[in-house]
Protein backbone atom coordinates (compact mmCIF):
# COMPACT_ATOMS: atom_id res chain seq x y z
CA UNK A 1 0.00 0.00 0.00
CA UNK A 2 1.66 3.15 -1.33
CA UNK A 3 0.76 6.00 0.90
CA UNK A 4 1.82 9.58 0.06
CA UNK A 5 1.54 12.57 2.35
CA UNK A 6 -1.09 14.37 1.03
CA UNK A 7 -3.22 11.12 1.21
CA UNK A 8 -2.03 11.10 5.23
CA UNK A 9 -3.42 14.86 5.61
CA UNK A 10 -6.34 14.68 3.74
CA UNK A 11 -7.75 10.83 4.70
CA UNK A 12 -7.18 12.36 8.26
CA UNK A 13 -8.59 15.75 7.67
CA UNK A 14 -11.66 14.50 5.80
CA UNK A 15 -12.28 11.63 8.12
CA UNK A 16 -12.21 13.90 10.96
CA UNK A 17 -14.46 16.79 9.84
CA UNK A 18 -16.37 13.84 8.92
CA UNK A 19 -16.78 12.76 12.27
CA UNK A 20 -17.58 15.95 13.47
CA UNK A 21 -20.56 16.44 11.09
CA UNK A 22 -21.94 13.17 12.53
CA UNK A 23 -22.45 14.55 16.03
CA UNK A 24 -23.30 18.27 14.71
CA UNK A 25 -26.45 16.42 12.61
CA UNK A 26 -27.54 14.28 15.57
CA UNK A 27 -27.50 17.61 17.67
CA UNK A 28 -29.48 19.35 15.57
CA UNK A 29 -31.84 16.05 14.77
CA UNK A 30 -32.41 16.57 18.70
CA UNK A 31 -32.71 19.68 18.83
CA UNK A 32 -29.50 20.45 21.05
CA UNK A 33 -27.87 23.74 19.69
CA UNK A 34 -24.64 23.77 18.30
CA UNK A 35 -23.24 26.96 18.89
CA UNK A 36 -19.41 26.76 17.17
CA UNK A 37 -17.93 24.02 14.54
CA UNK A 38 -14.06 23.83 13.90
CA UNK A 39 -11.65 22.57 12.58
CA UNK A 40 -7.78 22.93 13.94
CA UNK A 41 -6.17 23.79 16.83
CA UNK A 42 -4.94 27.29 17.89
CA UNK A 43 -5.21 30.40 16.76
CA UNK A 44 -8.48 31.16 14.73
CA UNK A 45 -7.29 32.10 11.14
CA UNK A 46 -10.57 31.95 9.69
CA UNK A 47 -14.20 31.95 10.10
CA UNK A 48 -17.69 33.54 10.04
CA UNK A 49 -21.17 32.92 11.65
CA UNK A 50 -24.20 31.22 9.50
CA UNK A 51 -27.92 30.29 11.03
CA UNK A 52 -26.60 30.74 14.82
CA UNK A 53 -23.30 28.59 14.40
CA UNK A 54 -19.81 30.07 14.41
CA UNK A 55 -17.50 28.25 11.86
CA UNK A 56 -14.13 28.70 12.01
CA UNK A 57 -10.46 26.93 11.25
CA UNK A 58 -7.44 27.33 13.61
CA UNK A 59 -3.85 27.44 12.83
CA UNK A 60 -3.01 23.93 13.39
CA UNK A 61 -4.41 21.29 11.16
CA UNK A 62 -4.94 18.55 13.77
CA UNK A 63 -8.52 17.75 14.99
CA UNK A 64 -11.51 18.85 14.78
CA UNK A 65 -14.76 19.95 17.04
CA UNK A 66 -18.48 20.84 17.85
CA UNK A 67 -19.18 22.90 20.56
CA UNK A 68 -23.02 22.08 21.45
CA UNK A 69 -25.04 23.80 24.18
CA UNK A 70 -24.09 20.86 26.76
CA UNK A 71 -27.29 21.68 29.44
CA UNK A 72 -29.59 21.29 26.68
CA UNK A 73 -28.30 18.01 25.66
CA UNK A 74 -28.20 16.57 29.52
CA UNK A 75 -31.99 17.84 29.08
CA UNK A 76 -32.29 15.12 26.33
CA UNK A 77 -33.24 11.31 26.91
CA UNK A 78 -30.52 8.94 27.82
CA UNK A 79 -31.01 7.37 24.47
CA UNK A 80 -30.71 11.25 22.71
CA UNK A 81 -27.57 12.07 24.66
CA UNK A 82 -25.95 8.58 23.52
CA UNK A 83 -27.03 9.02 20.42
CA UNK A 84 -25.67 12.54 19.61
CA UNK A 85 -22.17 11.40 21.85
CA UNK A 86 -22.15 8.28 19.27
CA UNK A 87 -22.87 9.72 15.95
CA UNK A 88 -19.14 10.53 15.31
CA UNK A 89 -18.11 6.92 15.66
CA UNK A 90 -21.07 5.95 14.00
CA UNK A 91 -20.23 7.88 10.72
CA UNK A 92 -16.09 6.79 11.07
CA UNK A 93 -17.42 2.80 11.56
CA UNK A 94 -19.58 3.58 8.26
CA UNK A 95 -17.08 5.17 6.24
CA UNK A 96 -14.31 2.46 7.48
CA UNK A 97 -16.82 0.05 6.27
CA UNK A 98 -17.50 1.49 2.80
CA UNK A 99 -13.85 2.51 1.69
CA UNK A 100 -12.54 -1.22 3.47
CA UNK A 101 -9.10 -1.74 2.44
CA UNK A 102 -8.24 1.77 1.79
CA UNK A 103 -6.31 4.51 3.57
CA UNK A 104 -9.07 6.00 4.03
CA UNK A 105 -11.07 2.89 5.53
CA UNK A 106 -7.71 2.62 7.97
CA UNK A 107 -8.02 6.25 9.21
CA UNK A 108 -11.75 6.18 9.23
CA UNK A 109 -11.43 2.69 11.86
CA UNK A 110 -8.88 3.64 14.07
CA UNK A 111 -10.25 7.07 14.27
CA UNK A 112 -14.06 5.30 15.69
CA UNK A 113 -11.73 2.57 17.70
CA UNK A 114 -9.77 5.42 19.38
CA UNK A 115 -12.55 7.44 20.24
CA UNK A 116 -14.75 4.62 21.68
CA UNK A 117 -11.85 4.17 24.41
CA UNK A 118 -12.81 5.77 27.95
CA UNK A 119 -10.61 8.04 27.59
CA UNK A 120 -10.71 11.89 29.04
CA UNK A 121 -13.05 14.14 26.91
CA UNK A 122 -13.36 11.08 24.09
CA UNK A 123 -16.64 9.41 22.71
CA UNK A 124 -16.59 6.78 25.05
CA UNK A 125 -15.64 8.54 28.10
CA UNK A 126 -18.66 11.09 27.44
CA UNK A 127 -21.44 8.38 26.57
CA UNK A 128 -19.94 6.15 30.27
CA UNK A 129 -20.14 9.85 32.37
CA UNK A 130 -23.57 9.90 30.34
CA UNK A 131 -24.40 6.20 30.92
CA UNK A 132 -23.34 6.65 34.91
CA UNK A 133 -25.15 9.74 36.05
CA UNK A 134 -28.66 8.22 34.37
CA UNK A 135 -27.61 4.97 36.92
CA UNK A 136 -27.27 6.77 39.78
CA UNK A 137 -29.70 9.36 39.24
CA UNK A 138 -27.25 12.09 39.66
CA UNK A 139 -22.89 12.01 39.12
CA UNK A 140 -21.04 10.18 41.19
CA UNK A 141 -17.70 11.53 42.14
CA UNK A 142 -16.19 8.27 43.07
CA UNK A 143 -17.43 6.31 40.11
CA UNK A 144 -16.76 9.19 37.59
CA UNK A 145 -13.02 9.62 38.93
CA UNK A 146 -12.72 5.84 38.96
CA UNK A 147 -14.10 5.58 34.76
CA UNK A 148 -11.88 8.07 33.98
CA UNK A 149 -8.40 7.10 35.66
CA UNK A 150 -8.93 2.90 34.93
CA UNK A 151 -8.29 3.63 31.44
CA UNK A 152 -5.23 5.94 32.24
CA UNK A 153 -4.09 3.06 33.89
CA UNK A 154 -4.63 0.29 31.61
CA UNK A 155 -2.93 2.51 28.88
CA UNK A 156 0.11 3.21 31.54
CA UNK A 157 0.18 -0.78 31.67
CA UNK A 158 -0.14 -1.73 27.95
CA UNK A 159 2.62 1.14 26.75
CA UNK A 160 4.72 0.02 29.75
CA UNK A 161 4.47 -3.61 28.37
CA UNK A 162 5.07 -3.01 24.73
CA UNK A 163 8.68 -1.05 26.03
CA UNK A 164 9.51 -3.05 28.02
CA UNK A 165 9.31 -6.34 25.82
CA UNK A 166 11.24 -4.88 22.70
Given at each position: ?N????N ?14 G ?7 C ?9 G?G?R?F??R??E?D ?5 L ?7 MD ?8 L ?5 V ?32 F ?11 M ?11 PL???S ?11 V????LL??
Amino acid sequence: MNISTINIILSLAVALVLHELGHFLAARACRVPVTQAGFGWGPRLFGFRFKEVDYQLRALPVGAYIRMDMSALQRRPLLQQLFVLLAGVTVNFILSGIAWGTFFGTVNLLLAIGNLFPLYQQDGWKSGMVFFRCVFNRPSPLVEWSFTLSAGLVGSIVIASSLLSC
